[in-house]
């Protein structure tokens, strides 16, 4: 624990130093250090924030346990451990703006990918924008960790790397991306594990997606 805190303090230190940008488009708490909320801003390095200091349209009012209070561009929000970036919306948003909660901006990784935290039915995971598939797809270990009932789902089967194997087809009662959450998902459970859901075309065509050079921009239609 004294290592882990040591590492995140030295990241907060090396984040303090690089210039912030003009307006957050996300915020998420990855740790709590003592009476500090560790945020990571649009996907960037970690930054240790107490209550009453600012970065990038972001005050943190409180911090306790494993929640942190914040206001963002005159709105309270809270964020919780584990949980999915809340969205803030387009650049230059005001409070009160109708695209907050309708829109969220993903970061592209150095590999192209999109993989952010989101959640199904309330519960964490990790995903990756898939456009390829018809369904969310998901690794059964996740299913389970998830209490999906996917036992009780419709038996499909489904091409492996060790041959054909049956899945289950189901209906999610909601996916959600930052502010942004759809109802009524479907999607598969493969029978193997994943790393991560596949964010697929049964999600995302109820979105309308724009490429913003490394930034993927999820709107709610």
Do not use: W
């Given at each position: 624990m004294r290592h882990l805190r040591a590492v995140l303090l030295s990241?907060?230190?090396?984040?303090?130093?690089?210039?912030?940008?003009?307006?957050?488009?996300?915020?998420?708490?990855?740790?709590?250090?003592?009476?500090?909320a560790l945020l990571v801003i649009d996907g960037g390095t970690p930054r240790a924030l107490a209550a009453g200091e600012?970065?990038?349209?972001?005050?943190?009012?409180?911090?306790?346990?494993?929640?942190?209070?914040?206001?963002?561009?005159?709105?309270?929000?809270?964020?919780?451990?584990?949980?999915a970036p809340i969205s803030l919306g387009g650049r230059g948003a005001a409070a009160g703006d109708p695209a907050l909660g309708r829109r969220v901006v993903l970061k592209a990784d150095n590999r192209g990918?999109?993989?952010?935290?989101?959640?199904?039915?309330?519960?964490?995971?990790?995903?990756?924008?898939?456009?390829?598939?018809?369904?969310?797809?998901i690794g059964r270990s996740d299913a389970e960790r998830m209490g999906l009932?996917?036992?009780?789902?419709?038996?499909?089967?489904?091409?492996?790397?060790?041959?054909?194997?049956q899945g289950w087809r189901l209906r999610l009662d909601s996916v959600r991306v930052g502010d942004v959450e759809v109802f009524g998902v479907d999607a598969v459970?493969?029978?193997?594990?994943?790393?991560?859901?596949?964010?697929?075309?049964?999600?995302?065509?109820?979105?309308?997606?724009?490429?913003q050079c490394s930034a993927l921009v999820l709107e709610r239609r």
């Open positions: 990241l907060a230190a090396a984040a303090a130093l690089a210039p912030p940008s003009a307006t957050a488009q996300s915020v998420a708490l990855s740790g709590v250090l003592g009476s500090k600012s970065l990038q349209d972001v005050r943190v009012l409180q911090v306790s346990g494993d929640t942190a209070e914040v206001e963002i561009k005159g709105r309270r929000q809270t964020l919780r451990l584990g949980e990918h999109f993989i952010e935290r989101g959640q199904i039915n309330g519960k964490t995971m990790v995903y990756m924008v898939d456009t390829g598939a018809s369904s969310v797809a009932p996917f036992l009780k789902g419709q038996p499909v089967m489904m091409r492996t790397a060790n041959g054909d194997a459970v493969a029978p193997l594990p994943m790393p991560y859901v596949l964010l697929c075309n049964s999600f995302l065509s109820n979105v309308q997606m724009t490429r």
